[in-house]
């Protein structure tokens, strides 16, 4: 497994940070915890998820990813 950082803009409340969380949970082979206050999301990801899988999780529940790391 890989663990990433995913740096996030556009959640303002627990509820966005759970659609985030949520959208990413359901990649095959993700599990995501979202931290609201550090607008991130840390990700273990097995190798074969790409960042751009990540960053089109989160993009299509409505936020901005500004980086992986």
Known sequence: MNTKTVRIEGMMCK???ARV????NALPGVTA????????AVVSAEPAVTDEALKTAVT?????VVGIE
């Not at 969380?21 to 990413?24: G, V």
């Not at 915890?33 to 991130?40: M, S, Y």
């Not at 299509?60 to 901005?64: C, K, L, N, P, T």
């Open 33 to 40: 915890a979202v931290d609201l206050e550090g607008r991130k």
């Open 21 to 24: 969380e949520k959208a990413l």
């Open 15 to 17: 509820h966005c940070a």
């Open 60 to 64: 299509d529940a409505g936020y901005e």
